[in-house]
């Protein structure tokens, strides 16, 4: 049976009795990984908005602000912050730089007899 939170309109899906439940791992800007960054550009590829972030105490009883990003086996809440923001817009620079790298150059190429008129 599939329940719905009507707060905030979440799903809450039975798990399979005979499923290995998945690891839950929160990330900081500092340890953030390269596959990662990558998991969260093709989760969010236009950034994300407030309604995508989740709100928690930690253990210090500080709040942390995080944005989940789900794989098959893992659960990430991926910590945003100042620092996070500036990491993954880097990694998305980085990204479409190279994107425009594999591109067509036939398409940018100008025949150097136009040039001349």
Partial sequence: ?????HQKDILIMPTPKNSTPKR??????????????????????YGYDDMDIVKFQNAQG?????VPIETMDTKYLVKVSVEMDRK??????????ADLDLGDDAALDTPEDDLDD
């Fill in 1 to 5: 049976m599939v329940q719905t939170n």
């Fill in 24 to 45: 839950r791992v929160i990330v900081d800007y500092k340890n953030v990984t390269q596959d990662i960054l990558g998991l969260f550009a093709d989760r969010y590829p």
């Fill in 62 to 66: 500080a709040t942390v602000r995080a």
């Fill in 88 to 97: 993954i817009e880097a990694f998305m620079d980085d990204e479409d730089d």
